[in-house]
């Protein structure tokens, strides 16, 4: 395997037609990040999850209806130089992007809980906690170590498992190494996903699987050159690092994304 180049930019790329929407990214990510659940999650709008599983449809009748499985993490948009929508409206400096690895982040403790930054992200991504956590019985002893867990009052949202780079920097740096492999740094959604359609990596780096698959063009704000590949909401110029594959024509206009020459139709405006 070859090693990683300097200018980092991790991001992800999510094949839409290999996910089944069976949650396990989800999952894997509440475990990993320590999030908070209640008792009562009956109310989906009061739900924390920096991982969800939308699902889609074409919006027409039997026998022409398809649907279309779409998991959304943070986007983790670089904007225009790192100007991401919701780094640019914190008054705190709580939320900050990572030049070295194009992570956005989330610094609780300096996090006052104003919300601006859940108003300015186009992707509803973050989630304001309304309640300390209250883990059952027992729970405690199983959370993450390396993830802290989050008060009242304070926004949160996806961190790309930021920790686990930093532990594989710390363990590059016990053996004299200053970068790390492609393997040695996979969020768990990644690790997790059965069907193999969450593929992590370094997008500035010409060895990974990310960068082959989505093809950015840094000329272009990272569009990709991969036809088969877009990003949500790409018109804003977000300049996300989260690319969706997709053979279907409905599922990329679903997500605004139009071909040189197309036009919106009325069941995707
Ligand atoms: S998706 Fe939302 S929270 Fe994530 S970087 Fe973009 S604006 Fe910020
Ligand atoms: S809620 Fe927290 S992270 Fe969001 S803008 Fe306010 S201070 Fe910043």
């Given at each position: 395997?070859?090693?990683?180049v300097e200018g980092k930019k991790f991001g992800m790329v999510i094949d839409l037609d290999k996910c089944t929407g069976c949650g396990a990214c989800m999952v894997a990510c509440y475990a990993e990040n320590n999030i908070p659940f209640r008792e009562d999650e009956t109310d989906k709008m009061l739900s924390v999850s920096w991982m969800h599983v939308y699902k889609l449809n074409n919006g027409k009748s039997f026998p022409d209806y398809e649907e279309c499985f779409l998991p959304r993490p943070c986007?983790?948009?670089e904007g225009h130089e790192g100007h991401s929508p919701c780094v640019s409206v914190c008054p705190a400096t709580a939320t900050d992007y990572d030049m070295a690895?194009?992570?956005?982040?989330?610094?609780?403790?300096?996090?006052?809980g104003c919300r601006y930054c859940m108003g300015a992200c186009p992707?509803?991504?973050?989630?304001?906690?309304?309640?300390?956590?209250i883990w059952p019985d027992g729970m405690e002893k199983l959370l993450n170590p390396n993830v802290s867990v989050r008060m009242r009052g304070v926004v949160?949202?996806?961190?790309?498992?930021?920790?686990?780079?930093?532990?594989?920097m710390d363990q590059a740096y016990v053996e004299g190494r200053r970068e790390i492999e492609e393997d040695?740094?996979?969020?768990?959604?990644?690790?997790?996903?059965?069907?193999?359609?969450?593929?992590?990596?370094?997008?500035?780096?010409?060895?990974?699987?990310?960068?082959q698959l989505a093809k950015p063009d840094p000329a272009h704000h990272g569009h990709s050159k991969n036809p088969k590949a877009f990003r949500l909401l790409e018109r804003l110029g977000t300049n996300t690092k989260i690319y969706y594959l997709t053979s279907r024509e409905w599922v990329r206009k679903s997500g605004d994304n139009y071909l040189e020459g197309e036009f919106k139709s009325k069941a995707h405006s």
């Open positions: 395997m070859m090693k990683n986007q983790h948009c690895t194009g992570i956005v982040s989330q610094i609780y403790p300096r996090c006052f992707y509803h991504v973050r989630q304001f906690n309304w309640w300390d956590p949160e949202k996806c961190s790309f498992c930021i920790h686990r780079y930093q532990l594989a040695e740094y996979q969020t768990a959604c990644t690790q997790a996903c059965p069907s193999g359609a969450i593929t992590f990596g370094d997008l500035n780096n010409p060895d990974h699987k990310v960068h």
